[in-house]
């Protein structure tokens, strides 16, 4: 569960809305300024596109206020945006300044649709509006001069360029702010609001297909003694050694987090609590029967735990947090280094 796409998609849906919104409004008023002009000129072809140009723009704008789908909008609109720029390049009777716009696309690419996408769909209609312009002027040898269009072909590459590393830079930032800000840097697991984040999405998808998640709580034994007996920093050693072997006892598809302290929470996706009961079982036995190594000694830890599982022991984070601590703190009681499995397991042990 490492991929942070989900989020970073999430944090830039505001500022595209912001900059599709500035666009379709700017639309609007082009499509009003422009279509009026070439209707008294007579390109009725032109001002008839302009003017559908115009009412698309109202109607997506109204459409993505409180849309879920904005990638979707922004695709269906730039195309036909994009599209209505290049019929207005190749009408014959349009002012040959109209290809000034060709400038407009990298940067609204990028800006909408990110890096990959932004440069794919800027190559594509900027070499369509190369072809355009040459097919259109290739018999006026006044607009063929190597100078003009050597400018023109230099401008637009330099804005394409730009657009480009502008966006790579942006999201590559936004990337590792966002890693940082979800990070206990410590141990490198995820933090609550990760684990709150990815507990969400795996909420809503048990839900969508019907399918089991637990969650476990593990707290380390007697860590305070740890700190006292060996010092700090092999606290600190203790606790990104617990993080490795959660790494190496679990899935891809599960999430170690710190809870914060010598406290951890792991997400299991698709685990009932009985199979959670296992990997907890699992986990504790390798944490006691690896000793963290330092110099000449061994430092022993073990881990205490609780289960709780989605729908059974509650639908929030909150309570299978909760519920799951409840146990942990019964394991304590009982003489620590043990795993207290959610009601429904140990009610099915009662009954066999
Ligand atoms: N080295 C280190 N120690 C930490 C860190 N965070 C919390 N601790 C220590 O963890 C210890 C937790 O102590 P307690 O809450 O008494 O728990 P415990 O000693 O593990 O006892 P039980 O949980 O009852 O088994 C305290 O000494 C904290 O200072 C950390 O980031 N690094």
């Known amino acids: ?153 230099v401008i637009s590459l330099c804005i394409l360029v730009f657009s480009h590393v502008y966006e790579v830079t942006r999201e590559t930032s936004e990337r590792r702010l966002m890693k940082m800000a979800q990070t206990d840097p410590l141990t490198g697991l995820a933090n609550r609001a990760r684990l709150s984040d990815i507990f969400e999405r795996e909420k809503n998808r048990a839900q969508r297909y019907s399918t089991p998640v637990s969650v476990l709580v593990l707290d380390l034994d007697h860590f305070k003694s740890v700190n006292d007996d060996h010092g700090h920093e092999t606290g600190d050693l203790a606790l990104q050694h617990v993080a490795r072997i959660f790494r190496e006892c679990l899935r891809a598809t599960d999430l170690p987090a710190r809870l914060g302290g010598e406290e951890f929470g792991i997400l299991l996706s698709n685990t009932n609590s009985q199979q959670a009961l296992e990997v907890a079982e699992k986990i504790r036995l390798a944490v006691a029967s690896t000793p963290l190594a330092i110099n000449s000694n061994a430092v022993r830890l073990t881990l205490s735990g609780g289960v709780a599982e989605l729908g059974i022991d509650g639908d929030t984070l909150r309570d299978l947090v909760r519920e799951a601590d409840t146990r942990l703190y019964t394991a304590k009681e009982s003489g620590r280094n043990q795993i207290v499995p959610a009601l429904s397991v140990s009610a099915a042990a009662a009954r066999t």
């Open 1 to 153: 569960m490492d991929s942070y796409k989900d989020s970073l998609k999430e944090l830039a849906r505001p500022y595209r809305k912001a900059v599709l919104k500035a666009l379709l409004v700017l639309t609007i008023i082009g499509a009003i300024l422009f279509s009026s002009m070439n209707l008294l000129k007579g390109s009725y072809p032109l001002a008839l596109v302009e003017v559908a140009m115009g009412v698309y723009s109202i109607v997506v704008y109204r459409a993505i206020r409180h849309t879920r789908h904005l990638e979707r909008w922004i695709i269906a609109y730039l195309i036909p945006f994009f599209t209505a720029m290049m019929f207005a390049m190749a009408t014959p009777r349009a002012t040959s300044a109209v290809h000034a716009w060709v400038l407009l696309i990298p940067i609204i690419s990028h800006l909408l649709m990110g890096r990959r996408l932004g440069l794919a769909v800027s190559v594509f209609y900027m070499g369509v509006a190369a072809v355009i312009f040459l097919y259109r002027h290739l018999d006026q040898p006044e607009m063929m001069q190597a100078l003009p269009i050597t400018n023109i072909a």
